[in-house]
């Protein structure tokens, strides 16, 4: 019985992530995921690149009061800014980002599409810190 109320208590302690947050996180990662490419380490480099992304959309979807604790529901958030913006260009950004996601589980990227995919998801991640300003 007392497992039951101390799993209770933890649940209750864990506190959202504030959108100043999330932007925070999505600029350390970014400067992560540089370090780890830098370093030779694509993986992480690649998972660091992802995170900032879905760090970034996080801000500005909590900032819209939309849904976004899901794969399903950042996708949505992205595709709604894509709307509100007029610029397809989010969705393709995002699209960038998880692909590194999937790289970093099943290293599917080739050298020359790391290096050419990096500068989209930057500039989405970029573009997306700027909508929170």
Known sequence: M????????????????TAAEHVETARVFLAQSNAEFDAGDPLQGAEKLYG???????????QRSWEY???????????RLADELDDLSVISGFSAAE???????HQIMEPYEIEGERPAVHAFVHRMLDLTA
Request: positive net charge.
């Open 2 to 17: 007392g497992g039951r109320t101390e799993e209770r208590k933890d649940k209750m302690e864990v506190r959202e992530m």
């Open 52 to 62: 900032a992304a879905t760090h970034a959309v996080s801000a500005n979807a909590q």
């Open 69 to 79: 604790h899901s794969h399903r529901a950042m996708k949505n958030a992205v595709y």
């Open 99 to 105: 692909k590194f996601h999937r790289h970093f589980f």
